[in-house]
């Protein structure tokens, strides 16, 4: 056993070349309740030189910062892109004075209307939906009646599920937006996380990084091996998809102790064919 | 203005002709609140030769004759019949003992538990969903877990909408089934409703009827229409239908009092491009 306190050594060549990392979160750093193993030491050996890169639509980036900190992942608020944060600037920014009705959590909606966002229930000239762990038939019905008189739909990201705690699925983003776009025949105007650009396309400028310096480190080959090779980056991925190097970021460094067992594959599977349901409608907006 | 009390005369050849009728509910009979104009007459001039054959799938038969009677239309619970009730009877009967997570409303669970149905919350061989007004997040990631685990999911119908009030859609078991589907990546085994021809088939077995005497009345052509194709039965579509013959069931009669004006389409064109979502799946099943 090592009592080598230092980070050990990347094996991943890509990795050892990368000037710069952009990182998926769930299923790759966290899954829910928990820091997946190896986390802590890919952060740390990248140290200053990383940014966390999500389709997470719930938290803001101090939130999440906090949350990480008891996981013991210490990242700066202002190292983290989200989907739903960047949704609303997005929405914001283009849209200033819009009438937005929000279908997300109630951290995402104070953020909207921490910039100033004009957040209503009725006479919505958009609906905003995220990933709203209150979803329900009532504001199902909210929602749709807006789109239907008229208001446009943009949705923070599009996975149906992420990875929860003791293997099971938390319903996403995607699968709300399945009910909304059923209901109403409406389809989003934009969807606005990974694999389209502009998630990575924040990182790297936050990071001040070129993209040819950069690997992504996932654990779907959907969004985060698809957004990052839009952008001409390498793509390392861990978890049990097809052409993932080691079932955990642990795998990635030499010296992590004995092979991570292989967990189910349910969840990765999931993710692959839910994710091609949205893949039109993704590369429609990316 | 007419001061006779009696039914006035049908218009419609084929109304004129037809021993039985079918008659389609949400839309056609009633729009949540209220009765369409017309449907009393209808039912009065086919009193006894009648069924309604719904994909409702909140309520009960005799919770749902109660509901009518307070509406001014008085059917016979026998003479109604429900996709949630056939869903549940279809299940019990062919897979007795079978431990079933039901994502439905109260009634349907009373219905179910009625029938000797063993109602569980996980552990599950069947999920059956039907529309669910308490729908959420919660439940999806319930129900969503369980087909995950190998569960077989079964559903009550698959409309995406039905009519509400003020002009306003009710997002149906379709929309909720979507989500389902989005996030567990299981296609349901079966869809109870229309226009699969089990429920048009309940409806002639309950009325001794046959189907070449019969006509389907409906506002719906993926639905009703085309299941009464399937059986060989003409359809007198009334609503906002390419082919419907009248905007409500009173333009059916020769002296009911001047033309409806026309409603807004959005429902019925929402019905029709969100049915469209669930084709592939209906027809598998029928």
Redesign the interface.
Known sequence: MSTNHKTPAVTDARLARARHLLVDLDGTLVRQQEAIAGAAELLKHFEGRYAIVSNNSTHTAPGLAQRLRRLGLRVPAERIVLAGELAVRQLVSEQPGARVMMVASPALQRYARSLGCDLVQSGADFVLLAL???????R??LA??EL?RGAQLVASNAD??HP?PHG?????T????????????VRPLRVTGKPAPLLFEEGLRCLGARAEDTVVVGDNPLTDAEGAGRLGMACVLVGQAPGAVAPSVAGLFASSGPAQPVEET?QY??SE??SK??RSVRTEVS
């Open positions: 709203d762990m209150q979803f329900s038939h009532a199902l019905a749709v009646n239907l149906a599920t929860g099971r699925v938390v319903p996403e995607g699968a709300l937006l399945a009910a909304v776009v059923a209901a109403s025949g349910a599977r999931l064919s839910t349901v949205w």
